[in-house]
C-alpha cells in the first residue's frame, strides 16, 4: 500500500507540471498564408479556386511600384499575385467568418490574439490599427491583424510582403500604372499634372484603386 501511495505521489510530481505548462505564443510558418496558399510560392489559378472558390474576377494595379494581379473572391477574399514571377504577395481577408489558427477569427481580443502569436505593440497606417507580424526568417512577410481602435478587436487580416509606405517601395519592377488617356495628353502638349496626381493617390492605395478596377 505504501508502495502504491509513493507511486502515485511520484506520477502526480511529474503530471502536474505538465498540466500547468501553457502552449508558448508565437508564429508558425502557416500563418504567413491561408489555406495552403502561402506568401512567395508560385500557384495555379486551379489552386487558389479549390483553397478559396472560384474567382469573381481579376484586376491588375500598382502597389507602391510593385505590379500586382488581385483575383477577387467570394466572403471579401482576395490575392494578390505578383507579375514579376508570378508568386502569392498579398492575401486580405475581410470575412467575418473566417476562422485562423487556434480560433482566432473577426472580433477576437488582444488577449486572444497575443496567446496565439506573441506580443505586439500596435501600429497605426493611414487612420488603421493593426498588430503587425513579421517572418523572421524573411522579414518582409508579415500577418497583420486589423484591430478596431478603441475596442481593440480584430476585424480583418492582411498577409503580404509587399511594401507598406512609400518608404518601402521597390525600385525594381519596369511596369507601371498609368492613365493611357494622361499619356496621350501629355504628347500633344496638354497639363496633366492633375491627372498624374491622382494616378499617384489611387497608385498608394490599393483599396480605392481595386475599387475602381472592379467597376469597369
Not at 510530481?13 to 512567395?40: C, H, N, T, Y
Not at 475581410?94 to 505586439?120: F, L, N, Q, S
Not at 505593440?121 to 478596431?148: A, D, F, S
Amino acid at each position: 500500500m505504501k508502495r502504491i501511495f509513493i507511486l502515485m505521489l511520484c506520477m502526480m510530481f511529474f503530471a502536474v507540471p505538465a498540466m500547468a505548462k501553457e502552449k508558448q505564443a508565437g508564429l508558425l510558418p502557416e500563418d504567413f498564408g491561408s489555406r495552403g496558399i502561402l506568401l512567395g510560392e508560385t500557384v495555379t489559378e486551379e489552386q487558389m479556386t479549390k483553397a478559396f472558390g472560384a474567382p469573381l474576377f481579376d484586376n491588375e494595379i500598382s502597389v507602391y511600384g510593385v505590379h500586382v494581379r488581385y483575383y477577387q473572391f467570394r466572403k471579401n477574399i482576395k490575392v494578390g499575385i505578383r507579375m514579376k514571377d508570378n508568386t502569392v504577395c498579398d492575401i486580405v481577408i475581410k470575412d467575418e467568418d473566417y476562422v485562423g489558427r487556434d480560433g482566432v477569427r473577426y472580433g477576437a481580443t488582444p488577449y486572444k490574439i497575443e496567446h496565439t502569436y506573441g506580443k505586439c505593440e500596435r501600429t497605426l497606417i493611414e487612420g488603421q490599427t493593426w498588430y503587425i507580424y513579421h517572418n523572421e526568417k524573411n522579414p518582409k512577410e508579415k500577418l497583420m491583424l486589423e484591430i478596431l481602435a478603441g475596442v481593440y478587436t480584430m476585424q480583418s487580416w492582411r498577409i503580404t510582403s509587399l511594401p507598406l509606405t512609400i518608404d518601402e517601395a521597390e525600385e525594381e519592377e519596369d511596369w507601371e500604372s498609368r492613365d493611357l488617356d494622361a499619356i496621350e495628353m501629355r504628347n500633344q502638349g496638354i497639363d496633366v499634372t492633375a491627372i498624374e496626381a491622382r494616378n499617384r493617390a489611387e497608385e498608394n492605395n490599393p483599396d480605392e484603386r481595386w475599387k475602381k478596377g472592379a467597376r469597369k
